[in-house]
C-alpha cells in the first residue's frame, strides 16, 4: 500500500456547514499547523473565515481531503472526490458518527500515530445510477443509497424493477431503497433492511413501507443491475443530497459502478464495536 504521509505537506479541507463552524475550522487549523501541515480551505470556507482563496490549487484532486462535520458531509466527500487521487478522512461534530473515525479532541492523537503510518485505507465502490431518456444517459454516484419514493402525501407509488429486461416485481407503497453495503446501516436499516458488513460484494433493495406482507428486502451480488419504471409522482434521491424527478426519465438502472473513494481509517477501528457502541447492542435499559 502507498504511504500517503510520506512528504505529506498539507490537508485540503471541506464541510457543507463550516460557516457555522468557524470555531472549529481555526481550531482544526492549529492542531494541523502543529504537525506542520498546511490547512488549505474550499472557497467557501476560506470566505467563511475571511481569507483569501488559493486560485493557483487544483480543487479536483487534492491528495489528503479532511472532511470536518457529520456522516452527511462525509458522504458529500467522498462522492466529489470518487475515482481521484484522493483520501478522505472523517473529523466527526455531529450526532451519530458511523462513518467519520475521531472527534477533533481525538484528531492530535490521530495524526501522531497516521505518521507512525498507523493507519489504514479502505477502498468503497460507489453505487451507479443511470439516469435513462431517450438514447442519453445520464449517471450519478450514490455512497449509501439510491432511493425510489412517493412524493405525494395522500398516495402510494408503484414502481416496477427490472433485472436483464424481466420484470421481477412490482413495489406498492412509500418506495424503495437500493443500498450498497456500507450504506446499510443508513435509510436501509431504518426501513427494516439488513445489516451488511462493508466488505460483503452485495447491495439491497428494500421496500419502504410496503402494501404487502410478501414484500422483503432482497440481497443482490455486486454485478447486478436493476432498473426501476414508474409512471407515478416518485422522486429519486441521491444519498439525500440530490433529487431528481423520475417522470422526467424512462428508467433508472441501478448498481455498482466502476469508481472507488479511498477511505483513511484508524488501523484500530473496529466495526462491530462502532455498531455495538452505536446501536447499544448488549444494553440493558432498566
Same mark, same amino acid.
Given at each position: 500500500?502507498?504511504?500517503?504521509?510520506?512528504?505529506?505537506?498539507?490537508?485540503?479541507?471541506?464541510?457543507?456547514?463550516?460557516?457555522?463552524?468557524?470555531?472549529?475550522?481555526?481550531?482544526? %487549523?492549529?492542531?494541523?499547523?502543529?504537525?506542520?501541515?498546511?490547512?488549505? *480551505?474550499?472557497?467557501?470556507?476560506?470566505?467563511?473565515?475571511? +481569507?483569501?482563496?488559493? /486560485?493557483?490549487?487544483?480543487?479536483? %484532486?487534492?491528495? *489528503?481531503?479532511l472532511s470536518l462535520g457529520g456522516d452527511g458531509n462525509f458522504i458529500?466527500?467522498? +462522492?466529489?472526490?470518487?475515482?481521484?487521487?484522493?483520501?478522505?478522512?472523517?473529523?466527526?461534530?455531529?450526532?451519530?458518527?458511523?462513518?467519520?473515525?475521531?472527534?477533533?479532541?481525538?484528531?492530535?492523537?490521530?495524526?501522531?500515530?497516521?505518521?507512525?503510518?498507523?493507519?489504514?485505507?479502505? /477502498?468503497?465502490?460507489?453505487?451507479?445510477?443511470?439516469?435513462?431518456?431517450?438514447?442519453?444517459?445520464?449517471? $450519478?454516484?450514490?455512497?449509501? #443509497?439510491?432511493?425510489?419514493?412517493? $412524493?405525494? =402525501?395522500?398516495?402510494?407509488?408503484?414502481?416496477?424493477?427490472?433485472?436483464?429486461?424481466?420484470?421481477?416485481?412490482?413495489?406498492?407503497?412509500?418506495?424503495?431503497? =437500493?443500498? /450498497?453495503?456500507?450504506?446499510?446501516?443508513?435509510?436501509?436499516?431504518?426501513?427494516?433492511g439488513a445489516i451488511i458488513h462493508p466488505s460483503a460484494d452485495v *447491495?439491497?433493495?428494500?421496500?419502504?413501507? /410496503?402494501h404487502s406482507l410478501t414484500q422483503r428486502p432482497l440481497v443482490l451480488?455486486?454485478?447486478?443491475? =436493476?432498473?426501476? &419504471?414508474?409512471?407515478?409522482? =416518485?422522486?429519486?434521491?441521491?444519498?439525500?443530497? #440530490?433529487?431528481?424527478?423520475? +417522470?422526467?426519465?424512462?428508467?433508472?438502472?441501478?448498481?455498482?459502478?466502476?469508481?472507488?473513494?479511498?477511505?483513511?481509517? &484508524?488501523?484500530? +477501528? #473496529?466495526?462491530?464495536?462502532?455498531?455495538?457502541?452505536?446501536?447499544?447492542?448488549?444494553?440493558?435499559? $432498566?
Open positions: 500500500m502507498e504511504k500517503i504521509e510520506k512528504n505529506l505537506k498539507s490537508v485540503f479541507v471541506v464541510s457543507r456547514n463550516g460557516a457555522t463552524q468557524i470555531d472549529a475550522l481555526k481550531r482544526l %487549523e492549529r492542531i494541523l499547523t502543529g504537525f506542520g501541515l498546511d490547512a488549505i *480551505f474550499e472557497p467557501a470556507l476560506a470566505a467563511a473565515l475571511g +481569507r483569501e482563496s488559493n /486560485s493557483n490549487l487544483n480543487y479536483d %484532486e487534492p491528495r *489528503f481531503v458529500g466527500a467522498c +462522492r466529489r472526490f470518487a475515482g481521484k487521487n484522493a483520501y478522505i478522512f472523517g473529523v466527526h461534530t455531529g450526532h451519530l458518527g458511523f462513518l467519520t473515525d475521531v472527534t477533533l479532541d481525538e484528531l492530535g492523537g490521530f495524526l501522531a500515530r497516521f505518521f507512525e503510518g498507523d493507519y489504514k485505507v479502505e /477502498s468503497v465502490r460507489l453505487l451507479e445510477a443511470r439516469f435513462k431518456k431517450d438514447s442519453k444517459i445520464t449517471f $450519478k454516484h450514490a455512497f449509501n #443509497d439510491v432511493v425510489f419514493m412517493r $412524493k405525494k =402525501v395522500k398516495s402510494t407509488a408503484h414502481i416496477d424493477a427490472y433485472f436483464e429486461g424481466e420484470h421481477f416485481n412490482s413495489y406498492y407503497g412509500d418506495g424503495v431503497i =437500493v443500498s /450498497s453495503a456500507m450504506g446499510s446501516t443508513a435509510y436501509n436499516m431504518s426501513a427494516g *447491495f439491497a433493495l428494500t421496500p419502504v413501507c /410496503s451480488p455486486s454485478d447486478f443491475r =436493476v432498473e426501476f &419504471r414508474s409512471n407515478d409522482d =416518485v422522486a429519486v434521491l441521491i444519498d439525500g443530497q #440530490d433529487t431528481f424527478d423520475m +417522470r422526467n426519465f424512462d428508467g433508472v438502472e441501478v448498481g455498482y459502478g466502476a469508481e472507488c473513494v479511498n477511505i483513511i481509517h &484508524r488501523a484500530d +477501528r #473496529d466495526y462491530f464495536g462502532i455498531l455495538k457502541e452505536k446501536l447499544r447492542w448488549g444494553h440493558y435499559d $432498566k
